[in-house]
């Protein structure tokens, strides 16, 4: 049995706190479960060199996690300078964010998403995309406020989902303890849509069979269409 | 007249909210007004190399800020290497909070302060260490219930202030507008009974008067008392 | 039209040399077209402190391309510090090459592969992998030659092979002038009996729908069998 | 008794040396008992990106020490980096000595003072405070001479000196030996007319009371006294 | 006697192949023996600042080795940083071309040298600059063909070859097992008519007559014949 | 004419002070000219790691200069990191110095140089070969007087002198405004006896004729003989 009798293809609770750091020009504290992410965004009014002087915008990711955010406590990458895990993560939550819109309207500026990990219990990656994306849209429709841009822009919601097989069965979400004896994980980053962004997925013990991909991506279809219902709430 | 209708002598609104992070040993979410500062304790079972075989144990603090806790976001420093103003901080926090307990009592292990400011109004470092003593109290709790420690040592309640000096009068606990703008600032770290642990105080502007500085160890005095009485309360 | 009249089903001539680097313990230079990937393995009687004590081997990887190996050349990693990039490429391959062998086997060693790009023309990362494997199986009938381990370890055979749409069109190992211009691309690490290990699949423009992925699935299953039957050839 | 039958009020011999590095527009070598510190300045034609276009001017320090200027060789910070301690020093020097004149009357120019301890026997801060604010005067004087200036500006001496309590008796001017086992350490940096710049003090193993603080101040202030009739001396 | 019947002023057999990394300006790896380097040229349109404005060029090295080109693996400089080693051997690289031509002529273009042994068996640094000279060459041509430069600049050869003592005898072109046994070692660098650009000789064990020198010079001088014959092939 | 119309094989006046840095092992503040070096040697307990366990000793040097002691402040190496420059010098004086003496004598020693240069004028590296060579003597004496070394151990006195070709002319001994004209510039290091230990000579703007080095090789001959006269001198 799943902690909290939670079925094969169910997400843990999930709730979205908007405007915790006031300071941002968009913040969203995402739970979900006891994965903890604070993803906040900053407007930038430069974008970076290879950019300069062609009229479009950016948009870039940084991760972090506190260092007791994790079972046992980790390295302050200020410290120990970077990971590649760290590199990694927020290489893909800027290639998966920057599908939401077209970085022309922008002008030359970037936005810039920093993704923090208070406390972790599997997923941060996922959730780190999920409230990114949410976060996001309230820093543009801020700049509109603001009078930085002239409207909102046409936005492709995204949001991304973890799976993966224990004990040879198919599950949506994993936490901490499913996901470190997993046999296959992936995670999935969808449009609104239904549509795909990226997919990653990665044998653990042993090369497994395509079908098991297949129950994972279906799985995932259905932990997207709740995540994309957050879109419909309140600032 | 200052935010708020504080007087010269208050204290903005304290809280504290423990166990926040629940993988750490000990953990405060002190909010004193906007500034929000997460203190977490590890007990590691190792010393520093300049301790070891000598059956004596440890203490050492790590400072860290949010890009987003301040008005203007602030580099990662896990990008940028960590500044001046972090190791400077981060050796206040450690030496002030060794002050806390005879280290013997630990045997050879280390207690791991990390203090991250999720958001900044003026006296981090302060935050850091009213908050980070009262993280170690409930770490040592939480060993003496573990069997870690025979029983709960004798504690020295530890707790720090800012003061300053703006627009010529001495005032309390400084937040980001008073800061910016004080002629003399300082930093009080005290004990339960009024003694003192560590003071620093900084002309911004021009030398100043001895006696402002008599005038704000007063105000810091008031503060200290304010702070002491979290003590008292349930955890 | 594919450069050389390749069908959408078709590999770049592929090649093989052994032992370019006779210090190492097995090497492989790979050529799949104009990328030359040069691998090469070294056996470690020590593992990291992670894995001491358990009587387990381990097997890592780096990554690197000669400054002159792209386009527009790159700096040296040595100078600048490794790139995020990398740091993904060489988490992978070391991922992928894992799955070959149980690492009890080893005992205390490691197994640890250098991946250098002589020449970057798409598909260094999959050509890591797919050469790699090669170095690795060399290495391992160097050790028992050497009376390192009593028999040859069972192994699962490991190669990876790159997919992409452009045009709207799927297709198999995309080279450089394809993949700058794809709208998807993937990269599919498979076991020789068709198994997955690691499947990545990333949108470069806009989301795509789910059976482009399947597509792409079909061709890689395709390059996979021609790259399996170099595992037939003579060292 | 204190080395050399010194009083408990009484600071070590004091001696100056000027241009002992003639490529600097000012030098000073400040000897304090066997405290030796190089103080040197660089009057660079620039300032630093965030005081640019302002027409104001900057100073700023850095401090190091000869790895043998120490009990025990210390490491190279060239090899090492640099550490905390260096970090806190170079900050509080250059806070100190931005107090001695109005930054506007430099133009976009930046002061750099270098301090670099060749021995060390306790005070090395408070020295090259002290020395340094000399030097400033040096180069200032030179500025005059070459036309860089108009007229000498006019300056705030500035001098620092240590004091702490040792065995429960207040000192002034504390040695390596009496530092290392002080009860309380405290360093002031005061103003030629008696106002303070920056005063720190620290307990060493206990908290202390704030009478001796006071105590402290009383000691420092005679001892500032010794240190400004250094300016009146011939350079 | 020597590896392969060598007399005692013998070269080890060298090759040269052109071109083998088509994206750079110039390209050759040379291979003296077993030891294999491969030297890039890149043409970048800018100068380092110290020369901006004056409308002349720059030229410059980078030495690497891959990590199993040795007989132990050396670790990966993008992993541990630059080793003196290195440094001092890109800085004698660079020297040493920079002899090649009157760097006015290439306007405001730096020459980049990527110099990369794929295997090492003694005299590394010499076949970088031997084979970085004759890379320059062949950039130099393209610039000419592409109307980057009007007319072929006037070229002084360049070429490189190492000497030693061993067993108290002079040899030339040591391999790995000569130089780590030597008395002495010595790297000649010179012009094709005879001169010297650079003469670098090390005792090994104990110091050396300076006759012992002038036997190696005769050597380098018959050594530096053959490595000018390279001069004269085809591209 | 040389500046204090020195002739052409002249040393420029040189001076020695033994014990400047008192908590060294050996320390000797060496003067040439307008050159100053302070060369302090620290006896260490223990060998780097590739020689644990042989029984014998080591001997290693780092170099330094103060950011003033140049025409032009230099960047400090705590900043900025070590540059190639600095890595290459101190990977000389180790070498130069390894030859002074068996390191079988020392037991599981290090010796550590240390040479800071305090003032530039030309020839720093020669200087801190020089100074150091006395130091490690001093160092040594007194590792005899504690009762480290039972006697004396059997010496090879070293120095180092450059030389140079300037305007045509060879020269004994460059300042500063002679090596920055010189054609041609060379170190010579040398044993008592007239032996050599390293020699470096580099064209600086075109290649030179061998029997210029021949000239060179002659004053560096006198010159050390001077060098070497210091070796009489009382500590």
């Known amino acids: 049995m799943r902690s909290g009798n939670r079925?094969?293809?169910?997400?843990?609770?999930?709730?979205?706190?908007?405007g915790v750091q006031p300071h941002a020009d968009g913040s969203v504290l995402l739970r979900i479960g006891n994965t903890h992410v604070l993803c906040s965004v900053t407007v930038e009014d430069k974008v970076p060199a290879f950019l300069r002087g062609k009229g479009q915008g950016w948009l870039t990711a940084e991760y972090?996690?506190?260092?007791?955010?994790?079972?046992?406590?980790?390295?302050?990458?200020?410290?120990?300078?970077?990971s590649g895990r760290t590199y990694e993560i927020q290489r893909l939550i800027g290639r998966s964010l920057r599908m939401m819109l077209d970085l022309q309207v922008l002008g030359e500026r970037t936005l810039r998403i920093d993704?923090?990990?208070?406390?972790?219990?599997?997923?941060?990656?996922c959730a780190s995309?999920?409230?990114?994306?949410?976060?996001?849209?309230?820093?543009?429709?801020?700049?509109v406020v603001q009078g930085q841009l002239a409207s909102m822009p046409l936005l492709v919601p995204v949001a991304a989902v973890s799976a993966g097989?224990?004990?040879?069965?198919?599950?949506?979400?994993?936490?901490?303890s499913e996901d470190s004896t997993a046999d296959v994980d992936a995670n999935f980053v969808m449009s609104g849509d239904g549509r795909w962004i990226e997919v990653q997925t990665t044998a653990e013990g042993a090369p497994f069979h395509p079908d098991l991909f297949m129950a994972m991506a279906r799985l995932a279809a259905e932990g997207g269409q709740q995540l994309f219902a957050l879109w419909e709430g309140e600032e």
């Open 7 to 18: 079925p094969a293809d169910g997400m843990r609770p999930v709730s979205l706190e908007y």
């Open 115 to 125: 993704c923090d990990v208070l406390n972790a219990d599997g997923g941060t990656r």
């Open 129 to 143: 995309i999920t409230g990114g994306a949410l976060a996001v849209r309230m820093a543009l429709r801020r700049m």
């Open 64 to 82: 972090g996690m506190l260092p007791c955010a994790t079972h046992s406590r980790g390295r302050r990458e200020a410290v120990s300078g970077m």
């Open 165 to 176: 097989v224990v004990g040879g069965r198919p599950l949506l979400d994993l936490d901490y």
